[in-house]
């Protein structure tokens, strides 16, 4: 969508993935969907290093409405016990925060969690979402006619445009459409969407995250070409600092996630994040190849020996236009010892004539030196686990 906005992948933090649906703030007072929860996510991101890294929309997911909408005016309202002080009183205090307001809403009668969904009040709840200065919309697709959705997304971005407040716009129309047989329209996703979410929702385990990057990689050569900047694919949540992924799965969702030029937005409880896991949420050089300027997203390119290699084309381009890449090495073995594997350069596609200078991007302190393609590369990689490297062009 050509609106100027999130001409990198959106970084920031939602609830939906770690705190679901709690509402109820008695028995669980730090985990309920409520005003306390975004405004010390929001205060967190700031305090513990994650805005300095570039993570910066704070997004409020299902289940903060009233069940009804304002008898009078029909406006949605934020559910009045758990957001007491309304939803411009939070705006207020993450933009104070230096950080950016996304909420969720659904296009069809009702959200997943059965609050009401914008449908028959699609120009009020835009004009809301201005008068509540959101950042950045999540459309979802629960309760709707999917036939109706080519038309209505579009709709609603049009809706939000013209209330004059720069909104991103995540759709998530494309993963209704697969789930249904159907084949989504990339060439309108691109016009209308900042960001689309294309298949299903993760959940805390490996199992989901290697089914999440398998449908990415099996569907690559109708689903990669459509990311860029302004219009990027989005394989969902990150796991990271929450219960299912060890410490190199962890690494794993993250490499995998800068190589698909996915939007990093984190699902977890941040006042409880291991300092371990941190480093990794917050790895400048792994945030930096997710955010590379030409927003070209990458791909599985070959697998051997169950090995699995993902690469993607970042600057610096040599003046002779030979891309440096980022290579992920991906290990979907379990039988126990870190497992060791070799490449040549050539191999892996990489063909710059001058060659190339590695950087091992989770260990600085490994240097690697300069590679021709005709030199072999060997890595070893712990079990479910994964190895990244830049490859600069010389
Ligand atoms: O509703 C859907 O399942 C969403 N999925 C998920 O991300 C979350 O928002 C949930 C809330 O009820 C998609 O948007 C594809």
Redesign the pocket.
Known sequence: LDNGLALKPPMGWMS?ERFR?ITDCKLYPDECISEQLFQRHADLLVSEGYADAGYEYVII??CWLEKNRDNDTQKLVADRKRFPNGLNALSDHIHKQGLKFGL?QDYGTN???GYPGVIKHMKLDAQTFAEWDVDYV?L???YANISDMATGYPEFGRLLNETGRPMVYSC?WP??QEDAGEMPDYESLKQHCNLW?NWD?IDDSLESLMQIMDYFAKNQDRIQPHGGPGHWNDP?MLLLGNYGLSYDQSKLQMAIWSIMAAPLIMSNDLAAVRPEIKDILQNRAVIAVDQDELGIQGRRVLSRNQIEVWKRPITPVTKSGHHSYAVAFVSRRDDGAPYSIPFTVNELGLRNPKGYNVQDLYDASNKLGVFQSDSQFITRVNPNGVTFYKFTAL
């Open positions: 939906w649906c997911d299902d969720y959200t997943c969690a999540k979802d697709g629960c998530s993963a209704y979410r929702d969902d």
